[in-house]
């Protein structure tokens, strides 16, 4: 069965940093697309950062030059660094991942940032 598992979030004050891990396991195929979405309360969820599996990476505007995404394949495991955060970071960030010669999509269960003022 696969599986993404999220860590990392808790609450902060603006300016600091936090890092957000995604493991993935249960698979004997590899990961391609991976990317970081958020949802704060009554908003859309929206894409963050995003990572090809062969290290090109995109981000929204709101968080470039804050956030760093990266991925180590011999883990299955990708990672967003956030630094300076703000208050308009809150949300709760999930992952997905996309599975190469299947081409199924997975979600972890999401994990709470929480960037106080």
């Known amino acids: 069965q696969v599986q993404l598992v999220e860590s990392g979030g808790g609450l902060v004050q603006a300016g600091g940093s936090l890092r957000l891990s995604c493991a993935a396991s249960g698979s004997r195929f590899s990961f391609g697309y991976m990317a970081w979405y958020r949802q704060a309360p009554g908003k859309q969820r929206e894409l963050v950062a995003a990572?090809?599996?062969?290290?090109?990476?995109n981000y929204a505007d709101s968080v470039k030059g804050r956030f760093t995404i990266s991925r180590d394949n011999a883990k299955n495991t990708m990672y967003l660094q956030m630094n300076s955060l703000k208050p308009e970071d809150t949300a709760v960030y999930y992952c997905?991942?996309?599975?190469?010669?299947?081409?199924?999509?997975?979600w972890g269960q999401g994990t709470q940032v929480t960037v106080s003022s």
């Open positions: 997905t991942a996309r599975r190469l010669i299947v081409r199924d999509d997975y």
């Open positions: 990572i090809t599996s062969g290290g090109s990476t």
